[in-house]
């Protein structure tokens, strides 16, 4: 899709149909790089779906058709409101290479200054090799792993724990 401008912007949570169609496809596509399944979140409804949108969710769309999404959960505790995870990254595999993630990404970080927020951190799976890269040419460093983060069929999968510290 040579040339056409990419739009990222934070979703209300009135736009569950937008929500649910990218992230819906990211979990069917790519089951092996979440923690969560197709089939537990195909059956949610829609109040489900609203209130999982109290988090911020940003998603990426070309000609007003969702191709990559990226959330942040904010840690709530005082001592901890400094922190946030990025959760739920996705880019439609057409997509990739094309700069949506990192676009996604800048959205996230800049979001996040905003509000304050002085690390992100996030869990991915060691066995994807092109999310790793992509993460640490973006800031992130590895600081630990889970061993058997996640079992999927029947196979343990460290998780690789990240952090970015943001400058103010």
Not at 75 to 86: L, V
Not at 110 to 115: D, P
Not at 119 to 128: P, T
Request: a neutral charge; proline letters at 5%.
């Amino acid at each position: 899709m040579g040339g056409e401008r990419i739009l990222i912007r934070r979703i209300s949570p009135d736009e569950i149909d937008v929500f649910r169609r990218i992230r819906l496809e990211a979990l069917r596509c790519e089951p092996a790089s979440f923690a969560s399944r197709f089939e537990d979140w195909a059956v949610l409804p829609d109040e489900e779906w609203r209130q999982r949108l109290n988090d911020p969710v940003f998603i990426a769309f070309s000609k007003s058709e969702p191709i990559g999404i990226m959330g942040f959960v904010r840690f709530r505790p005082p001592k901890m409101i400094h922190r946030a995870t990025i959760v739920s990254v996705y880019v439609r595999e057409s997509e990739r290479g094309t700069g949506v993630a990192a676009d996604l990404m800048r959205a996230i970080v800049e979001f996040s200054r905003g509000e304050g927020v002085l690390q992100l951190e996030l869990a991915v799976s060691a066995e994807n090799s092109a999310a790793l890269r992509f993460y640490q040419r973006n800031e992130f460093i590895e600081v630990g792993r889970i061993p058997g983060g996640l079992v999927d069929d029947n196979r343990e999968i460290d998780d690789v724990i990240m952090v970015r510290r943001l400058n103010r």
